[in-house]
Each structure stands twice: as structure tokens, then as C-alpha cells.
């Protein structure tokens, strides 16, 4: 079965495996992928450049486990903004903070909301302060975690 992706390229099921593939083993080679969709290496090679040039997949990153680097101090921070900064703006304000794991504009009286992991509390006290003095930021609340209770998110 052929069908359009969001970014409007066709996509087949091998496709669809090849893209499976690399989130389960990003650093698997095109034969090993190859292997597994019954394609040879060449063929994988031609179609993972095919699905970076349209955005398909948009890049390969290393996934750091924060936790084994010690970062165990975790909180959500609700951000507060003076007037009206667009999404963009707050992404480029945050993007390069390491200790942000996520952000997302949210509904409600905050403008966002963070994730930060930290080694401990004057860690995420010092990240707090360079999120605060990246944008126009009115104020921030955190939520410091005592225990995750059900996280599915993590590996």
C-alpha cells in the first residue's frame, strides 16, 4: 500500500520499516537494515536520502541518558511571559539550554511549560536562572518530581 506522508512524499510499507528500523537501531548499518526489509544496502541508502531530502526524517541525533550522567533532580517549570512571544522565539530562547528536556506552549494562564533535569537542586536553580534571563519572562513556577510514578517515555 502507497500513501502520502504529512510532508506529502509517497511512502510505501518498506518504507514505513526502514523508518522503524532506525528509531529501534539508529546506528545499524544500511546492509543490516537492508537485512531486515529485504533490500540491499544501496536500495536502503537511496531511500533514507530520498526521506532526509523531502523532511521525512529530518536528522540523527545521540539520545544522552541524563540520568546516568547523574542529572536525577527533576522539575517542571510553568513559564510565565510579558505579552506576547511567538513559540518560535521561545524555542530559540531555550533550545541550547541543555537542562531542558522539553517545552511546549500549553493553554491556561502559562505560556509554557518545561521539563528540566538537573544534578541537584543548585544545578536546576542555575538553569532556572539562564531560562528566566533568555526571554522576556515575567516569572516562572516550578514543580520539583519527589517520585515518577508511570513514565513510558523512557527507555
Same mark, same amino acid.
Given at each position: 500500500?502507497?500513501?502520502?506522508?504529512?510532508?506529502?512524499?509517497?511512502?510505501? +510499507?518498506?518504507?514505513?520499516? /526502514?523508518?522503524? +528500523? &532506525?528509531?529501534?537501531? @539508529?546506528? !545499524?548499518?544500511?546492509?543490516?537494515?537492508? +537485512?531486515?526489509?529485504?533490500?540491499?544496502?544501496?536500495?536502503?541508502?537511496?531511500?533514507?536520502?530520498?526521506?532526509?531530502?523531502?523532511?521525512?526524517?529530518?536528522?540523527?541525533?545521540?539520545?544522552?541518558?541524563?540520568? !546516568?550522567?547523574?542529572?536525577? *533532580?527533576? !522539575?517542571?517549570?510553568?513559564?510565565?511571559?510579558?505579552? *506576547?512571544?511567538?513559540? @518560535?522565539?521561545?524555542?530559540?530562547?531555550?533550545?541550547? /539550554?541543555? +537542562?531542558?528536556?522539553?517545552?511546549?506552549?500549553?493553554?491556561? *494562564?502559562?505560556?509554557?511549560?518545561?521539563?528540566?533535569?538537573?544534578?541537584?537542586?543548585?544545578?536546576?536553580?542555575?538553569?532556572?536562572?539562564? /531560562?528566566?534571563?533568555?526571554?522576556?519572562?515575567?516569572?516562572?513556577?516550578?514543580?520539583?518530581?519527589?517520585?515518577? &510514578?508511570?513514565?513510558?517515555?523512557?527507555?
Amino acid at each position: 500500500m502507497i500513501h502520502c506522508s504529512e510532508k506529502g512524499m509517497l511512502m510505501d +510499507e518498506v518504507d514505513e520499516r /526502514i523508518i522503524a +528500523e &532506525l528509531t529501534d537501531h @539508529a546506528r !545499524a548499518t544500511f546492509a543490516e537494515i537492508g +537485512e531486515r526489509v529485504n533490500l540491499s544496502a544501496p536500495a536502503v541508502k537511496r531511500r533514507v536520502d530520498r526521506m532526509l531530502d523531502t523532511g521525512v526524517i529530518r536528522g540523527f541525533t545521540a539520545v544522552v541518558d541524563r540520568q !546516568a550522567l547523574g542529572w536525577t *533532580t527533576e !522539575a517542571y517549570v510553568q513559564v510565565y511571559c510579558h505579552g *506576547t512571544i511567538a513559540p @518560535a522565539e521561545l524555542r530559540q530562547a531555550w533550545v541550547n /539550554i541543555p +537542562e531542558v528536556v522539553s517545552a511546549a506552549t500549553v493553554t491556561g *494562564t502559562a505560556d509554557a511549560i518545561l521539563h528540566v533535569l538537573a544534578r541537584d537542586m543548585r544545578h536546576l536553580e542555575d538553569a532556572l536562572e539562564r /531560562i528566566r534571563a533568555s526571554a522576556d519572562i515575567e516569572r516562572s513556577e516550578s514543580i520539583v518530581v519527589l517520585s515518577n &510514578l508511570i513514565d513510558r517515555g523512557r527507555s
